[in-house]
């Protein structure tokens, strides 16, 4: 009898695997459906970057403007060597450009194929010297203030995420949220916020995240 039970259990298991795979494979065909509808219709720009927080992006063009593009936190990255102010960048994006209005503007892809390796930013006087544009500001990566205005003790190091987290825009629950950290994730810690969040590099830029849900030590 038992070895009865086994024979009509194998193929049911089988079946639940079969509908596993297939499900997953759709999510991934359907993925790439929407990836390639989105190369269809994005748009190309370059310029030479001014200013990078990681949600928010300056540049100026050929013609002499100055764009800014402020929905950059789910685009990806592509770079020789990190990005600095003074880098040609060549921006991958979704939406219309109407003179210098950018709302409507979705960055898809950040692009860099300069290697900045050596190029170091001061970061007493916040310029970049090198082949970096003279009197660009530069923020390094996770140590922009928060919007709200919380105070933040510097500090450094790495944490480990537990169990999962959103990671946010800001220091408050409610904020933008920019991405998702899993459990065992490992994260540069920069800053402590007063209200508990701790200030973390995300993506290249600045996020935030709440206490609970990273182990880290001074």
């Avoid at 024979?7 to 993925?31: M, N, R, Y």
């Avoid at 898809?108 to 916040?126: H, M, S, T, Y």
Wanted: glycine residues 12%; aromatic residues 6%.
């Amino acid at each position: 009898m038992k070895k009865h039970r086994n024979l009509l259990f194998k193929p049911a298991l089988l079946t639940v695997l079969i509908l596993f795979t297939l499900t997953s494979c759709g999510k991934d065909d359907k993925k790439k459906a929407e990836e390639a509808e989105l190369d269809a219709v994005s748009a190309s720009l370059s310029g030479t970057l001014t200013s990078y927080t990681g949600s928010q992006l300056s540049l100026k063009t050929e013609e002499g403007e100055t764009l800014t593009f402020d929905n950059c936190s789910n685009a990806k990255l592509e770079l020789a060597n990190g990005i600095i102010p003074g880098n040609e960048v060549l921006l991958v994006y979704v939406g219309a450009i109407k003179d210098t209005d950018t709302s409507n503007v979705k960055v898809r892809k950040i692009i860099v194929e300069e290697n900045n390796a050596g190029l170091i930013p001061d970061k007493e006087d916040g310029v970049i010297s090198g082949s970096a544009a003279s009197g660009s500001t530069y923020s390094p990566a996770g140590e922009d203030k928060p919007a709200s205005g919380v105070e933040v003790e510097k500090t450094s190091g790495t944490g480990t995420i537990i169990g999962g987290v959103n990671v946010r825009s800001d220091a408050k629950s409610g904020s933008e949220i920019l991405g998702h950290l899993s459990n065992g994730d490992s994260v540069t810690v920069t800053g402590i916020c007063e209200n508990g969040w701790y200030r973390i590099v995300f993506e290249g830029g600045t996020a935030f995240i709440w206490k609970d849900y990273v182990e880290y030590e001074r």
